[in-house]
Every structure is written in structure tokens, then in C-alpha cells.
């Protein structure tokens, strides 16, 4: 009799555990915010950029979206090189539940119109957002109040 018991208390806690199964979230919307990034320029085609971004929260195709609730600033650097662009940075925001979320991005290339393109991966948090993972790409740009970051990807919540 006992050994059913804990055979069955076992299944239990297996159910349980499965229960909690991780979502895939799509990630499409648009960061709103503010930019006072500093140009750096060195030489002829050389360039360092001081990033900082603050956002005032994300516009997303599905409003119920982890990402639709955050707000927080970026930051890092970028180097401008004979047209070529590298960089890197962080970001640190908080939903609306106080969840923090810390998001990395790596600079790839840039637009005619100085928009900057790369990619952008979760790397961890509080709540919500501690286990979560994934990332996708970015295409952010413009001018003082007029920044914006357009935002792609998949991210796993736990």
C-alpha cells in the first residue's frame, strides 16, 4: 500500500512539473523613447558612438506581450569603421508587474539613413523574466525624442 502511495504522489509531482511548460512568445513591436547618443568622431571613416536609449515602453502586435509592459534604458558603444559597424550593449527594463528584464544587443550593420541594425538576446531577470531566453533582431534610429527600435524575435517564458 505505501509503495502505490508514493508511486501515485510521484505521478503527481510528474504532472505537476509538466504543467509548467515554457510558452514560445512571438516579439513584434516597436520601442518609443528617447536617444541622447554621443558621436565620437576620430578620423576620416573612424567613429565611436556612446549609446543610451531610454524607453518609454514597446508598441507590440499582441498587447498581452511580455514586452508590451517594458520600459528602461540602453546603453553601450558603437564603432563606426570605413562604413563598417560593430558594438554592443545592454538594456535594463522593468514590466508592469516590476518584473527586471536585462537584454543584450550586438551592432551589425547600418542604414543609409544611419539606422543601426543587429541582434538581441535575453540574457536574464526577476520574475517572469529570470528563466526566460531567446532573442531575435533589431533595427533602431532617429533623432532625440524621435528614437525609435523596431523589435523581432522569439523569446521562451518559463
Not at 558621436?39 to 506581450?65: C, K
Not at 538576446?121 to 524621435?146: M, N
Amino acid at each position: 500500500m505505501m509503495k502505490r502511495l508514493l508511486s501515485i504522489m510521484g505521478l503527481a509531482a510528474l504532472v505537476t512539473a509538466s504543467g509548467a511548460m515554457a510558452e514560445t512568445v512571438m516579439v513584434k513591436g516597436t520601442g518609443m523613447g528617447s536617444s541622447d547618443s554621443m558621436q565620437m568622431p576620430v578620423s576620416d571613416g573612424l567613429v565611436v558612438v556612446h549609446n543610451r536609449t531610454s524607453y518609454d515602453g514597446f508598441e507590440t502586435e499582441d498587447p498581452e506581450s511580455p514586452f508590451a509592459s517594458l520600459s528602461g534604458s540602453c546603453f553601450g558603444a558603437t564603432l563606426v569603421e570605413a562604413g563598417a559597424v560593430s558594438g554592443s550593449g545592454n538594456c535594463h527594463y522593468t514590466d508592469a508587474d516590476g518584473d527586471q528584464a536585462v537584454m543584450a544587443w550586438t551592432a551589425t550593420g547600418m542604414s543609409e539613413d544611419g539606422r543601426v541594425s543587429g541582434d538581441w538576446s535575453v540574457v536574464g531577470g526577476t520574475g517572469k523574466w529570470a528563466e526566460a531566453s531567446g532573442g531575435g533582431t533589431f533595427d533602431a534610429g532617429g533623432e532625440g525624442a524621435d528614437y525609435t527600435n523596431m523589435v523581432t524575435g522569439e523569446v521562451e517564458m518559463p
